[in-house]
């Protein structure tokens, strides 16, 4: 028979057994718990990163695309104004024939910066007068600016070098298709229609900056006359004759033959 003393310390002992079992259990829960959830946050964090780096790696992309656009198009830009810029170097051949002046005869770029010049001062001044319908003046400007920027490509033709009048308009149509696929994009576009509207004198504008065309002309032949005594330059004035229409461009071909010099 058991001593009563040895019997109690029997049962302490089962129950501090028992008691460290379920502790044990418990924290092998816990730790199990704390494992799968370490676990879960880890693969979140790795799906987390993993999205975000194909984010950075889409934008970058996308970055990369719009960079190589941009080049692309500055590219283009200076080509276009590399090709604009032989205007500069182009003569007007119609004073080239005439000895007295050709080392002094203009560019094509000097023409079309006084045409552009003279359509925003003509613009300006309509307006004032109110005379007839308001033009648009950027229109007036910018054609001024375009209409012979197909002679970078084909020169200045004119009816004295051989070459037909459908000819020259089949020559420089052709060099405005290469100037608007250099440029490219809506740039390129709106240039080609611009010059297309002033060659085919299809809106007032058109035909006001054609009336400049031959304005410039003429003060230009009255500017080589008074500096060069012996230069008769008739054949330029005789071939404007019935050209002017509007008010203010008949005065300002009076005034320009008025300051011609008398032969």
Same mark, same amino acid.
């Given at each position: ?57 889409? +934008? @970058? ?5 719009? %960079?190589? !656009?941009? #080049?692309?198009?500055? &590219?283009? *830009? ?85 070459? +037909? @009048? ?5 020559? %420089?149509? !052709?060099? #405005?298709?290469?100037? &608007?696929? *250099? ?81």
């Amino acid at each position: 028979m058991l001593h009563a003393s040895t019997l109690l310390l029997t049962v302490k002992s089962t129950r501090i057994s028992t008691t460290t079992r379920g502790k044990g259990a418990e924290n092998t829960l816990r730790s199990t718990r704390t494992s799968r959830f370490s676990s879960e946050r880890s693969h979140n964090t790795t799906k987390s990163s993993s999205v975000s780096e194909n984010a950075k790696m889409t +934008s @970058k992309s996308q970055r990369g695309d719009g %960079e190589e !656009e941009r #080049m692309s198009q500055t &590219k283009n *830009t200076i080509d276009f104004l590399s090709i604009c810029g032989k205007l500069k170097q182009t003569k007007r051949t119609g004073w080239t024939k005439y000895k007295e002046i050709t080392s002094r005869v203009e560019s094509v770029a000097d023409h079309s910066f006084r045409i552009a010049l003279m359509a925003f001062v003509f613009g300006l001044q309509q307006e004032e007068d109110k005379e007839e319908k308001v033009l648009d003046v950027q229109k007036l400007v910018t054609m001024a600016l375009v209409h012979d920027i197909a002679e970078s490509i084909v020169g200045d033709i004119t009816p004295h070098c051989g070459i +037909s @009048k459908e000819e020259k308009n089949t020559l %420089e149509v !052709e060099a #405005m298709e290469k100037l &608007k696929e *250099t440029l490219g994009d809506v740039a390129g576009e709106t240039i080609e229609t611009l010059w297309l509207e002033y060659e085919n004198g299809s809106s007032r504008e058109a035909r006001v900056v054609k009336e400049l065309d031959k304005l410039e002309m003429l003060l230009q032949a009255s500017e080589y006359e008074n500096e060069y005594k012996d230069v008769d330059l008739t054949e330029f004035y005789s071939s404007c004759d019935g050209s002017f229409k509007t008010e203010n461009g008949k005065r300002w071909v009076e005034e320009i033959l008025r300051r011609r010099p008398v032969r």
